[in-house]
């Protein structure tokens, strides 16, 4: 009985720590550095599996390099996290990972980004991955301090991520997927911000930002003009390559379209009520609605690029 009680004490601590470091690395948002693979997927002809093996293992320097920014977000940000209603169960904020250990576990995520991608990856990538974390970095000591150019840092990092995934495989990144990502990303920033002011108890302003709860409906004007902006380049982008190769039958692209428009309103509509959480990304890689409209997007980009004889020929009668 004495050996028991005696092993138990040691035991917990120890694991505690260990589920408070997987917490803090936010190993769950790395699904978002799945835009580095992007660039593979979308590239002209069947994805060659070196090629996406390299863009794993960008996305793999990505994601140690992201929660090297979050563990340095949140030593920069500990007692606005503590007086959060949610932020303050974050694992330096509650407690659960001591402070001291924060500065190690950022150097070392860091070092072993930096390290995989100078030896696996094109030396521009190193260069790319720099970038970001100098993004996130100025984010988090800055930008998200100031009125819009906090959404328009936000819409940059995820678009950037594309932009590397193209450098580290080599695959060239059109101006229209750009365009495309900038605005729609945009749109989904300004859906993070209306959620916060929504959040808002009094007419006062959001704790470290720069917006006021009266600036909700502008914000959400703003967000939802964005995501209609990036269904219009890709509107015009079916349009601009109906005259090339890249797909065998381009017109079917248009069946895209009112798929993306319905999952654009719906997550406004979403925001709107108040059933957002604070991280509409996240919301959209587990939503089961916005899932499928990934997978029917997907399906007619396959289709439009890889049409089948049959459907080919009763498409062009």
């Not at 916060?196 to 600036?215: C, H, P, S, V």
């Amino acid at each position: 009985m004495e050996e028991s009680v005696e092993i138990a004490p040691a035991t917990a601590p120890q694991m505690s720590i260990v589920r408070a470091l997987w917490k803090e690395l936010r190993v769950h948002q790395w699904s978002k550095n799945a835009l580095v693979v992007m660039p593979v997927l979308l590239a002209p002809g069947v994805p060659q599996v070196s090629l996406v093996v390299r863009a794993l293992i960008a996305a793999l320097c990505v994601s140690l390099c992201a929660s090297a920014g979050y563990v340095l977000n949140d030593l920069l940000d500990l007692e606005a996290d503590r007086a959060h209603p949610t932020k303050k169960n974050r694992p330096f904020a509650s407690g659960s990972l001591p402070v001291k250990l924060g500065p190690p576990i950022f150097f070392t995520l860091l070092l072993a980004a930096f390290a995989l991608a100078f030896f696996e990856l094109p030396s521009k990538f190193s260069l790319m991955l720099a970038i970001y974390f100098v993004g996130t970095v100025s984010y988090s000591l800055y930008f998200k301090r100031r009125l819009l150019l906090d959404v328009l840092v936000l819409a940059g990092l995820y678009t950037h991520r594309i932009l590397a995934g193209g450098i580290a495989t080599q695959v060239p990144i059109s101006a229209w997927l750009l365009a495309f990502s900038m605005f729609l990303f945009l749109s989904l920033a300004f859906a993070k911000r209306y959620v916060e002011l929504a959040g808002l108890k009094t007419d006062g302003k959001i704790m470290n930002r720069d917006y006021y709860r009266a600036d909700a409906q502008m914000v959400a004007s703003l967000g939802g003009a964005s995501g209609y902006l990036a269904a219009l380049v890709f509107s015009l982008y079916v349009e601009n390559v109906a005259h090339l190769d890249l797909y065998r039958e381009p017109r079917l692209l248009w069946l895209a379209v009112p798929i993306l428009l319905y999952w654009i309103s719906r997550i406004w509509i979403v925001t709107g009520r108040g059933q957002m959480p604070d991280d509409p990304v996240k919301f959209a890689l587990r939503d089961r609605v916005s899932l499928i409209c990934m997978v029917l997007i997907g399906a007619a980009a396959a289709l439009a690029r890889f049409t089948p004889d049959w459907l080919s020929a009763l498409w062009g009668s």
